[in-house]
């Protein structure tokens, strides 16, 4: 990536880090001169630290410690015997070689990966070993079916809830029209980068660096705008950050303009699920329904979170069903909501209610592992 600092990788060695009695990036086990070049290279890109041990089979700890072993087809045969783990691949540099396939079985390795043309993808599997990379975060975006309708608000307390409730949780503004969460949050003087400090992010960026680079506030992690003029955010950005940002697993929560550019859709389609949010009026229904449609484009799951009371008695399912959208829930309005922003309090922080309640059942129902708030 270019513009940040964020994911910059240090030349990588033969040792482990100062301090590790084990290294952080891959095991490297070859003996062929222009292998090593490249893998070091690559490891390099990646960020990762390895260690490399040459054509004799690794000791067992070393084996098994490592989070990615990577083998060169120059010494696959001497590791016949090794104990099976996962994790194992082997480089080869000749398409035409058949035999490769069998080396691989010898070595215990579920994939083979040819050089030069696979650098990328071999870049990104060293990588993600470097970072410890699990699961993927659930990844929820929020918007509203008409302008005030709360989806900014319901964000931000999503992400509350599900940081006190144990997860690891990312706010992520993509909004550049909605005034910033980090207000909503209460720390729009923290310490971190804004989105106009990433808008020249290529490439990838590594998870854990990007965490620490943003503000910290309430348990979760907040990506939001600073005061400046910068009015967009490039699609490659979105894609870069965003999929930093979901390898940390635990939750994301994307907060989206109604208007789906480019860079909107980008953050849908990394989404596992939308919520809509609607109040319950006729006017606001109309408006919905053409937000609904510009969404269920880039993103399939989408569901109605309607807002009451409402004016004309009409209920959350009727207006869902209105929109041909699943229910996810009706929201009532959250007492003493404007008291607690002006005095720093983010929505969602009072566990008992209404916004509370409304997340911590939406996250029990599509988080394995989330409870409801005592």
Do not use: K, Y
């Not at 070049?37 to 390099?44: G, H, S, T, V």
């Not at 041990?53 to 067992?60: F, K, L």
């Amino acid at each position: 990536m270019t513009g940040t600092g964020i994911g910059t990788s240090s030349a990588a060695s033969s040792e482990g880090p100062s301090g590790s009695s084990w290294p952080v990036g891959p095991l490297l086990i070859t003996e062929d001169e222009a292998l090593i070049e490249q893998l070091l290279r690559i490891c390099a890109a990646a960020g990762a630290v390895p260690r490399l041990v040459g054509g004799a089979p690794p000791g067992r700890q070393e084996w098994e410690a490592a989070p990615l072993v990577v083998v060169g087809d120059d010494v696959a045969d001497r590791l016949a015997g090794l104990a099976p783990r996962p994790q194992v691949l082997l480089v080869g540099r000749d398409l035409d070689d058949v035999d490769v396939w069998r080396r691989a079985v010898v070595a215990g390795a579920r994939h083979v990966v040819f050089l030069p043309d696979g650098e990328s993808w071999l870049r990104d599997r060293i990588a993600d070993a470097a970072e410890g990379v699990g699961g993927q975060a659930l990844t929820v975006a929020v918007l509203g079916g008409r302008g005030g309708a709360g989806a900014s608000t319901l964000a931000c307390a999503l992400a509350v809830t599900a940081a006190r409730e144990g997860h690891r949780a990312v706010l992520v503004d993509g909004d550049p029209l909605g005034g910033g969460l980090d207000v909503l949050l209460g720390g729009e003087g923290a310490a971190g980068l804004r989105w106009p400090d990433l808008a020249g992010s290529r490439g990838r960026v590594n998870a854990a660096e990007l965490e620490r680079s943003l503000p910290r506030l309430h348990e979760l992690t907040a990506l939001s705008w600073d005061r400046g003029d910068l009015l967009n955010i490039p699609v490659e950005a979105m894609r870069t950050v965003l999929g930093a940002a979901r390898r940390g697993g635990g939750v994301v929560v994307l907060d989206l303009p109604r208007w789906i550019d480019e860079t909107a859709g980008e953050a849908l389609e990394q989404s596992d699920l939308g919520l809509l949010v609607v109040p319950a009026e006729l006017r606001a229904m109309t408006a919905s329904g053409r937000v609904a449609a510009a969404v269920r484009m880039r993103l399939s799951d989408l569901r109605a979170v309607v807002r009451g009371p409402a004016p004309s008695g009409v209920t959350g399912a009727e207006v869902a069903r209105g929109l041909r959208l699943p229910l996810a829930g009706e929201l009532l309005a959250e007492p003493g909501l404007v008291t607690d922003l002006e005095r720093g309090r983010p929505p969602g922080a009072r566990a008992r209610g209404p916004l509370g309640r409304f997340c911590s059942a939406f996250l029990t129902q599509v988080l394995p592992g989330a409870g409801v708030a005592v």
